[in-house]
């Protein structure tokens, strides 16, 4: 689902208003702490990607929602719960956030993906557009921000961090 959520986020990417990186982005040899560490110290909006799964794994609940929701909290970060499947995700410490889709129905319950994803990305666009006014934003802009400067560059915009979970296939899925 992580793969279909990115392609609805085309467009906002294709516009500079968002930079997508997620733990698949690391490379053979690369230390994954280091680098979701340091995706997730500089993200202004991160997105967990809510299912079973994301909540049953130590690492993705313990550590990195842990850190995204101290970032949330001193106002560093905007976190963005995406309820991919139904779970009971009310009680955990981002469940006082309003998620997404609308009213937190889990994007499988939707009566299409594309329905379900074109919420999300929408919803996305807003939150980047209150973080960065639009005429920040940069369309085509170059698709690796400058970092370490003080004054916004035109390849400078709002960057975004998918929480991934590991994932699993069906049987289905394979063929």
């Known amino acids: 689902m992580r793969n279909e959520l990115e392609k609805h986020l085309s467009l906002l990417k294709r516009q500079g208003v968002i930079d997508i990186w997620s733990d698949h982005r690391i490379g053979p040899g690369e230390e994954f ?3 979701i560490d340091q ?3 500089s993200a202004d909006i ?3 990607l809510v299912s079973p799964d994301f909540l049953n794994s130590d690492y993705c609940y313990d550590i990195e929602m842990t850190r995204a929701m101290e970032r949330h909290e001193r106002g560093d970060a905007r976190v963005i719960p995406v309820i991919l499947r139904p779970c009971d995700w009310q009680g955990a410490p981002f469940g006082k956030l ?3 889709p609308t009213d937190g129905k889990p994007v499988t319950k939707h009566q299409t993906l594309d329905d379900a994803f074109l919420d999300v990305a929408r919803a996305i666009r807003n939150v980047a557009q209150q973080l960065r006014p639009a005429s920040t934003i940069m ?3 170059e698709s690796t ?3 370490g400067t ?3 560059s035109l390849n400078q915009r709002a960057r975004s961090s998918n929480l991934r979970v590991r994932q699993e296939f069906t049987d289905r899925q394979r063929w």
């Open 33 to 35: 702490g280091g680098k």
């Open 39 to 41: 995706h997730l110290e």
């Open 46 to 48: 991160i997105l967990l």
């Open 98 to 100: 309003k998620a997404i």
């Open 139 to 141: 369309e085509h802009a």
């Open 145 to 147: 921000p400058v970092e």
């Open 150 to 152: 003080r004054e916004p």
